[in-house]
């Protein structure tokens, strides 16, 4: 993902989304909760939506590491030698 400045935005209508500042794009992550999930969340839901996101990214960039170590681990790993067989 290109480093530009990302926002959060609540819609109004229970949508909450992370977009692009400086483009009028598709939003990245679109947040949708129920009438039941707002009303149990009464006014906190660009809180926990805003939770949900940092969340989200910090799982991919975990994920990211692990396999950029993983790939790391290969490319140093010794060659398995070729099987011979009589």
Known sequence: MSASLLE???LGDGE???QRADDDSAPLV???????????LM????????????A????????ME????????E???EPEAPRVLH
Not at 44 to 54: F, H, T
């Open 30 to 40: 679109t947040i949708q909760f129920s009438d039941e999930s707002r009303m149990y």
């Open 8 to 10: 959060i935005v609540d």
């Open 66 to 73: 692990q396999n950029e170590a993983e790939a790391d681990a």
């Open 16 to 18: 909450i989304v992370l």
């Open 75 to 77: 490319a140093y790993a």
């Open 56 to 63: 989200g990214i910090q799982a991919a960039s975990n994920l």
């Open 43 to 54: 006014d906190n839901g660009l809180e926990v939506a805003k939770a949900m996101i940092q």
